[in-house]
């Protein structure tokens, strides 16, 4: 009933929650372009609605409002850099929905929808702000619950924490959703009596069964919640009411039945927990795998060795679009032939489609939507078509079940293996492939600069990668033989890696002497005297660690502490020895 919706605010989090941080812009550069950004939007949904020719275009460009949305969200998060002012999530929110309510304001003076003309522009407002909040009831419940649990220092596992909220807000939303919407229960009358049987026929119980009031009553539409009893609810319009008999009443009924029947409400949280549990199990192995494998490494840095931001923009684009693909198309795909399915249903219960046809087709030609597009949803034509040819042949709706029943085990098949691959993949294997081919970059990036070589052998080095850090030191020792720096901790490195291979004494002593001809230093002449202990002249060691003492106390900000130590072993080793 509102899945767009759904998607969209879904995106608007990932893109304000996601997106890399910039540099703050100053309040006076972002506070005129926010209000040019107003007015433009203000003059586009205008245009959009009031040029609309029909029901049918305005129907489509209503369709797009959430798509413009989303587009001028992005210039919050992308140009004005919003969310390094205003952080939290419900910031998203809000402002996605400032432009909803702008939008919807033109929608109602423009409406061109026959059963919806001349409806207050406040009522149609009330009506979809009422609609809608349902869709954020989600959010609101997890950030509540998040952080109630994070108050009491409790932190479930996410891979057990979110799946477990969806099935239990699957089960209880449909309440929450008919007690925030305007519903008034079916009254008591033959054409409630005539449901009631039907569905006691079926062996089906409902909580309840409402009339359904957003926009008066006037709009065109039933639906059913829920698929755990007693939160199962029928909801019908009393606008679809007014134009339907009492056997086309029963066929939309039995259409909704089918859904229940067909458990495609179950299917649904199923396709949800699957996106989930994908993008838990499947998003860092992708994203450090794609680390590892990009073959120009060196484009993830500027030329001062800063990561860029376009890795972390390309991620959140990714994720944008894999959430559109999965949702609008292969979820899609599913949602409007499980549409078909149920149509298939109320043919089969009732025994015709006649009823279903004129019931479409009243509604077609009320609407003016007849040949509208949907993404989970075939057009009512479609439907109409389909649901002839199946009652001349009636061969065509097993071979529809079949191929509908397939398909899911292949989505189930291919969506398991996925999850399987990610839970099982190496994290820690992927995560050294990927340092290694951004180390690899760093390299490429600095290779012309012998003093970035330095530093990323130094970086390396106090990450503990000695092996990495020795070859950088090396491919920038001949680039830079006479850099003070680079010889000492090239000679630190040979006097105390931790893999004894690396070692090599006599070598790091003719490091550290060129280094300590260059510059004096305490560091310098402190690994100078460790390189003449190693050496076995532990007298010199001595002389030069009173050196490195005598001038770090002429020094400001040098570790006293740690000089005085290394004098006090290197005097006491060249004592003992004596």
Not at 269 to 298: D, N, R, V
């Amino acid at each position: 009933m509102f899945y767009d919706e759904i998607i969209y605010l879904f995106l608007s989090l990932i893109l304000w929650g996601a997106w890399p941080s910039q540099e703050k812009l100053p309040l006076s550069q972002i506070f005129p372009f926010f209000l040019f950004k107003e007015a433009v939007w203000f003059i586009l949904v205008q245009r959009l609605f009031a040029t609309a020719r029909d029901s049918l275009q305005f129907t489509l460009r209503q369709r797009q409002l959430l798509k413009w949305a989303l587009v001028f969200l992005f210039l919050d998060v992308a140009l004005l850099n919003l969310p390094a002012y205003l952080p939290q999530e419900f910031w998203a929110l809000g402002l996605f929905l400032h432009y909803l309510l702008i939008g919807w304001f033109f929608a109602g003076r423009y409406e061109r929808r026959a059963y919806l003309l001349e409806l207050p522009t406040t009522k149609y407002i009330s009506s979809q702000l009422k609609l809608f909040l349902p869709a954020l009831l989600p959010w609101f419940l997890a950030y509540l619950l998040e952080s109630s649990l994070s108050k009491l220092y409790i932190r479930p596992p996410e891979v057990l924490f979110w799946p477990s909220f969806l099935i239990i807000l699957a089960v209880f939303f449909p309440y929450l959703a008919v007690k925030s919407w305007p519903t008034k229960i079916f009254p008591t009358s033959r054409l409630r009596d005539l449901i009631e049987n039907y569905l006691r026929r079926e062996n089906l119980k409902l909580g309840e069964i409402y009339l359904w009031l957003p926009f008066e009553g006037r709009l065109l539409t039933a639906g059913v919640m829920g698929f755990v009893y007693p939160f199962r609810y029928l909801l019908i319009s009393p606008g679809l009411l007014s134009i339907l008999t009492e056997e086309e009443v029963l066929s939309v009924v039995a259409h909704e039945v089918g859904h229940l029947k067909n458990r495609h409400l179950l299917f649904l949280l199923m396709f949800l927990l699957s996106f989930i549990l994908i993008l838990y199990f499947g998003l860092e192995p992708g994203w450090l795998l794609f680390l590892s494998l990009f073959p120009y490494p060196e484009w993830f840095l500027s030329p001062d060795l800063k990561f860029r931001l376009w890795p972390e923009i390309g991620m959140v684009l990714i994720l944008g679009l894999a959430v559109i693909l999965y949702f609008r198309y292969l979820m899609g795909y599913f949602m409007r032939h499980f549409e078909r399915e149920a149509d298939l249903y109320a043919l089969e219960s009732l025994g015709s489609a006649q009823g279903l046809i004129s019931s479409l087709e009243k509604i077609a030609y009320i609407s003016g939507l007849k040949k509208a597009p949907s993404w989970h949803h075939f057009s009512i034509e479609e439907r109409i078509q389909f649901l002839r040819k199946v009652s001349e042949r009636p061969e065509l709706a097993q071979a529809h079940h079949k191929r509908l029943r397939r398909r899911l085990l292949i989505f189930l098949f291919l969506t398991l293996s996925l999850i399987l691959s990610g839970s099982l993949a190496d994290g820690k294997a992927l995560k050294t492939r990927a340092l290694q081919n951004l180390y690899l970059g760093l390299e490429r990036r600095a290779e012309k600069k012998p003093e970035l070589l330095r530093g990323l052998g130094d970086f390396l080095f106090s990450q503990g990668l000695e092996r990495e850090a020795l070859k950088i030191y090396e491919k920038a020792l001949p680039r830079s033989p006479e850099d003070p720096w680079l010889l000492n901790n090239l000679a630190w490195l040979l006097l105390t890696a931790k893999d004894q291979t690396l070692r090599d004494p006599p070598r790091a002593l003719n490091l550290a002497q060129k280094a300590a001809s260059l510059e004096t230093s305490p560091e310098i002449l402190d690994t100078l005297a460790e390189a003449y202990r190693q050496a076995g002249k532990l007298e010199i060691a001595c002389q030069y660690s009173r050196k490195a003492l005598t001038l770090a106390q002429t020094l400001k900000g040098k570790d006293l502490s740690y000089y005085h130590r290394r004098t006090r072993e290197f005097c006491e080793d060249a004592e003992t020895s004596l």
